[in-house]
């Protein structure tokens, strides 16, 4: 190989690599490629690798994309990043992938529908050989293959892990019920988070199946598009300037709670003494926090490496499930206690009238 193409800075291309080989370019490739049933002897073979070692010889994509071989790179789509939902499962995602040899983008699409639509062309353009999306909604089948974490729509093609959100309101429920907890407010997740619907379809049947009454004025709807305790803390401190005669929150997820048993404690209210508090998915810091959570623990980490696994059965054109479903865990710590009586109840707000 001349010595100007190394110092240049140039890009080694395959052929380049050859003729300093004194090998075919076919050859070189084989070698590189791990191709199977050629009769190369090792000696040849470590040659090949060396040189490429020894001239940071990387491979073109494009080239690749040409020959009809795959990218060994994949797409993920989701909202954002940050410690959570999101995180855990593409933590587990990116285990797998790592481990396989696969590189990954992550594009954030803030639940906007017009990049939702547009990532996946995108990530095809750039030769990714598949798309794991977790919490998006998809309205299309991109044109590649296809895995989805809590996307609750079916779309033909596709496989789909969900969390069985019927048992896991069964255990949240069953856990306050048993504690004596009856009057319980509830939060509903944002429309445009993939687990919303399903999680409170779940709950409210459960809820009609224990006899516990879901009421509207003690039904708290999360809007806002972001991911920390703010989220919980203002809805519940405006609930707690119209109600307090409930003896326990139910919150959408471990972030919402967090917040929750802040906006409890600056109103005055102990957790568990006066409201328990039940989280759902069982972050990093639930079991940290004062009090530690009692949580439904979705197994975040398992669900993304679960995906990232029949996504590369899929990209190799193996069957997997159109729907795999994932089961929760009741996690139980501290922001829970039972009832034992009347004074264990939330206290009344005080009264601001002068005598």
Known sequence: MPRSDTKSGRPVSLKMLAE??????ATVSFVLNNAPNRSIPEATRERVRAAARQFNYQPSMVARLLQGKRSQTIGVLLPELGEGYHAQVLAGAADVLMREGYFFFTAHHR???????EYPRLLGQRGVDGILAIDTHMESVPSMPTVTVGGHKALPGTTNIVLDHERAAELALGHLVRHGHRRIVFMRGASFSSDSDSRWRATTNVAGILGVQVRES?????????????????????LLMRHRDFTAV???NDITAIGCIRALHDAGLRVPENVSVVGFDDIQ?????????TTIRQPLMQMGATAATLLLKRVRGEHTDSLVKIDPELVMRESTSRIHSAENRAPRKKSTSKK
């Open 20 to 25: 300093h080989l004194d090998l075919s370019p």
């Open 111 to 117: 639940h906007r529908k017009d990049l939702v639509d």
């Open 218 to 238: 003690h039904t708290i709807r999360l809007e806002k598009d972001i991911n920390s305790p703010e989220l919980g803390y203002p809805l519940i401190a405006q």
């Open 250 to 252: 139910l919150c959408f």
């Open 285 to 293: 810091t639930a079991s940290f926090y004062v009090p530690s959570l």
